[in-house]
């Protein structure tokens, strides 16, 4: 069974202060690996998708990064407006020719000011 | 990416009684997909809605408890029949991108059962 685990639960800096969320996975086969971020009272929104280890992707102030275990999504000079819940996800074959999405209960990210 | 809404946004219920929620995309797709997200755990896959053809549903989950309709490729429902305190979740539709295997999701529907 894949599973899927992010890690810290929560994380709390302060303006400025960079750091990484991690979320480590055991699937057989992967197909995929996104990030989304999540607002309260809203639906995830996309960020990255990563398909091979050692592939990075950046966006503004984020930065998602794949091994063969787990990825990273880094988080430079952050700002309030970062403060969510980021999500990870991972893409394997469910048979048939079809796939399955595996996530990650989350990381919930509190930038003071 | 497609935008999606949901109908409704939240909504209180009494036990035993029945919610339909609504899903509509702005441009036509091939698969939906329902989630139900409890809090502190992680998204979950109730089913997969194809047009024109029954529903897939996940380990755990009947149609008898999560019906589902898939009309044309623009628009689904969820239905969650006989309602239970534990059914008090969120509930999220979303769809796959073109050409791409990541899922775009609507805003949610927030369900309370009293």
């Known amino acids: 069974e894949d599973q899927v685990t992010q890690s810290p639960e929560a994380l709390r800096l302060q303006e400025g202060e960079s750091s990484s969320l991690n979320c480590s996975y055991t699937v057989s086969g992967l197909r995929g690996l996104f990030w989304y971020r999540q607002d309260p009272g809203k639906g995830p929104e996309f960020l990255f998708t990563?398909?091979?280890a050692g592939e990075e992707k950046e966006k503004e102030r984020l930065k998602a990064t794949l091994t063969k275990k787990e990825s990273f999504l880094h988080i430079t000079a952050p700002k309030p407006e970062d403060s969510a819940t980021y999500l990870c996800a991972v893409l394997s074959p469910a048979g048939a020719g079809s796939y399955q999405l595996t996530f990650g209960k989350g990381t919930k990210l509190s930038v003071i000011p | 990416s497609a935008v999606i809404s949901q109908k409704p946004s939240r909504d209180i219920c009494q036990r035993g009684t029945s919610l339909t929620i609504q899903c509509q995309v702005d441009s036509q797709v091939t698969m939906m997909f329902w989630y139900r997200q409890q809090p502190g755990q992680s998204l979950t896959l109730i089913a997969t809605?194809?047009?024109?053809?029954?529903?897939?549903?996940e380990s755990g989950f009947v149609i008898d408890k999560f019906p589902i309709s898939r009309p044309n490729l623009t628009f689904s429902t969820l239905t969650v029949s006989n309602m239970s305190p534990e059914d008090s979740s969120i509930y999220l539709c979303?769809?796959?991108?073109?050409?791409?295997?990541?899922?775009?999701f609507g805003p949610g529907t927030r369900l309370t059962v009293t």
């Open positions: 809605a194809n047009q024109g053809s029954e529903a897939t549903y």
């Open positions: 979303s769809v796959e991108g073109t050409d791409t295997y990541e899922q775009y």
């Open positions: 990563l398909y091979s």
